[in-house]
Nanobody
């Protein structure tokens, strides 16, 4: 059973935008904390954005603040990551993930297979 399914990745030019979507099902749909992390070849995993459903509070990595926005549909168990002004260093596989607890801590324990984002001219 696939619990977190990401979509929306692709190839975009620097300065462009993409919106990623993540559909949660099963127990992940009940998770209070959901977010995105990314993994680039040869680099450590980086938490990008996180949202707590308790109060819709959000947190972002410094590298994406002001450019990325995480949001959710309260009806459809879908979480979005709007990415604007993309840079080549944003190239990575982006994973949707959930964690236990009520507020973002970066301790994800379930994640999807990911969607590739490539920023290149």
């Amino acid at each position: 059973q696939v619990l977190l399914v990401e979509s929306g990745g692709g190839l975009v030019q620097p300065g462009g935008s993409l919106r990623l979507s993540c559909t949660a099902s099963g127990f992940t749909a009940d998770a209070e904390v959901i977010g995105w992390f990314r993994q680039a070849p040869g680099k450590e995993r980086e938490g990008v954005a996180c949202l707590s459903k308790v109060d819709d509070s959000t947190s972002y990595a410094n590298s994406v603040k002001g450019r990325f926005t995480i949001s959710r549909s309260k009806v459809e168990n879908v979480v979005y990551l709007q990415m604007n002004n993309l840079k080549p260093e944003d190239t990575a596989v982006y994973h949707c993930a959930t964690e236990r607890g009520y507020y973002c801590s970066g301790e994800y324990d379930t994640w999807g297979q990911g969607t590739q984002v490539t920023v290149s001219s």
